[in-house]
């Protein structure tokens, strides 16, 4: 059972370069987020979906775009690289919005640094 | 502004004796809390939840314990086993806002 799954696993940028990170999910989840990690931060909600064709921003868009063109799949992308943005990033889903009390399902995390 | 705060960074307790987890939030807004344990190298998984509802809720060695006057709550593991060692992370309202996280080490 796959659940949420993040590519790539690790990824190296230089600053100004563009990518994107891929979610997908196999559980027909409604709602798909982004979040960052970082040291005494906690985790940060950056972009998130409650549907196909619907996202809205979190506490920290600045320098990431979404699109949400289909139920399992959520991309998150980096338009210009900066090492602010050296982080982790988790993909989450789940049935519903967060506040009708659904669990969110995360992924295994990308790890990506920005030089 | 941090909506909810974990303030102890780490914890550390013997096997087989309570663990006991703060988070502090300032939305009295929020209606449903939860915590995630986290390993590192994976994804946070949920432990358990509460609704602002209730003031307790068990499962196991895990209970939450919610006190909305004074806008905390706490995990409260007992006994806390060395798989427990990991990252604990609060969570609140409607798009999920999370502690810092706390560190917890169970030592044999």
């Known amino acids: 059972n796959a659940g949420v799954t993040q590519t790539p696993k690790f990824q190296v940028l230089k600053t100004g370069q563009s990518m994107t990170l891929q979610c997908a999910q196999d559980?027909?989840?409604?709602?798909m987020s982004w979040y960052r990690q970082d040291p005494g931060m906690g985790l940060r909600l950056i972009h998130y979906?409650?549907?196909?064709?619907?996202?809205d921003q979190g506490e920290v868009p600045n320098g990431y775009n979404v699109s949400r063109s289909t139920t399992e799949d959520f991309p998150l992308r980096l338009l210009s690289a900066a090492p602010s943005q050296t982080s982790v990033y988790f993909c989450?889903?789940?049935?519903?919005?967060?506040?009708?009390?659904?669990?969110?399902?995360f992924g295994e995390g990308s790890w990506l640094t920005v030089v | 502004d941090q909506q909810v705060k974990q303030n102890s960074p780490s914890l550390s307790v013997q096997e087989g004796r309570i663990s006991i987890l703060n988070c502090d939030y300032t939305?009295?807004?929020?209606?449903?809390f939860l915590w995630y344990k986290k390993y590192p190298a994976e994804g946070p998984t949920f432990l358990i939840s509460?609704?602002?509802?209730?003031d307790k809720n068990e499962d196991g060695r895990f209970t939450v314990f919610l006190n909305k006057s004074a806008k905390h709550l706490s995990l409260h593991i007992v006994p806390s086993q060395p798989g427990d060692s990991a990252v604990y992370f609060c969570?609140?309202?409607?798009?999920?806002?999370f502690g810092a996280g706390t560190r917890l080490t169970v030592k044999p």
């Open positions: 989450a889903s789940s049935w519903t919005a967060p506040f009708s009390g659904n669990t969110i399902y």
């Open positions: 559980m027909n989840h409604e709602y």
């Open positions: 979906s409650v549907g196909a064709g619907i996202t």
């Open positions: 939305n009295s807004m929020f209606d449903y």
């Open positions: 509460i609704s602002s509802i209730k």
């Open positions: 969570a609140a309202g409607g798009d999920m806002r």
